[in-house]
């Protein structure tokens, strides 16, 4: 069976969590109108931006306490030199990593979980990776 496409018009919140909901995954919508996808106590927060026609993915991790501002600043450096399309910054005591999925000429549902489970290994993988002074809890 075809995957039917989504019309830039009718890409909302509803029909992102309800991708989400059709693969079996732990979706919700929050206060502020966000959908929260929780995998493995991973959460990524989806947000539609209707004037750009973006679907923008976030992520958020805490750095450990002592953590100099100056190891955070290297850290986040690091992976936006080395990694593609996924863009990484600080924020007070945390890390924030999003990417954004463009849907001008429509948007495939499995791209929406694919692009979700993109950002969620190349976020992680670049922790593991790029993280070597363990600033990230």
């Known amino acids: 069976m075809a995957e039917q496409m989504i ?43 209707t004037g750009k026609q973006l679907v923008r993915y976030l992520m958020l991790f805490g750095y450990r306490r002592g953590a100099s501002e100056k190891d955070k600043l290297n850290l986040v450096n690091e992976l936006n030199k080395n990694i593609v399309f996924m863009r990484a910054w600080s924020f ?11 849907y001008d000429g429509g948007l495939p549902p499995k791209q929406v979980i694919s692009a979700y489970r993109w950002l969620r290994k190349t976020a992680l993988g670049g922790i593991q990776q790029h993280d070597q002074k363990n600033l990230v809890a």
């Open 92 to 102: 007070g005591n945390g890390i924030a990593f999003d990417y954004a999925l463009p």
């Open 7 to 49: 019309s830039p018009g009718d890409v909302t919140t509803a029909k992102i969590k309800g991708i989400f909901d059709g693969a079996f995954m732990d979706a919700s919508i929050t206060d502020k109108g966000d959908v929260l996808v929780t995998e493995g106590g991973i959460k990524i927060f989806l947000s539609v931006d």
